[in-house]
């Protein structure tokens, strides 16, 4: 099994920055890929941002250039630094890793205020 557990999640005004930050423990060798979701109330959870244990990365067009993922091999942790946050961004954020089967972390809640 692997358990994952975020952090980093808050309330911040539109314009301002938030880092999430997720670790993962566990069975965790042979980890391929690794992310962020998001779920907005009403909504199906939507990908946010993945990267691999190579270092390539994908992002929802909503967060191009505004977003930037991150990924610590050896400790096992992925962050996702937000910039010039917008109320739309408001969500749950998941954590999410792929080891043949997929995880996910409990999630932690951005409100952001317009």
């Known amino acids: 099994q692997v358990q994952l557990v975020e952090s980093g999640g808050g309330l911040v005004q539109a314009g301002g920055s938030l880092r999430l930050s997720c670790a993962a423990s566990?069975?965790?060798?042979?980890?391929?890929?690794m992310g962020w979701y998001r779920q907005s109330p009403g909504k199906q959870r939507e990908l946010v941002a993945t990267i691999t244990g190579g270092g390539i990365t994908n992002y929802a067009d909503s967060v191009k250039g505004r977003f930037t993922i991150s990924r610590d091999n050896a400790k096992n942790t992925v962050a996702l630094q937000m910039n010039s946050l917008k109320s739309e961004d408001t969500a749950v954020y998941y954590c999410?890793?792929?080891?043949?089967?997929?995880?996910w972390g409990k999630g932690t809640l951005v409100t952001v205020s317009s």
């Open positions: 999410w890793l792929r080891r043949y089967v997929d995880y």
């Open positions: 566990g069975r965790i060798l042979g980890i391929n890929g």
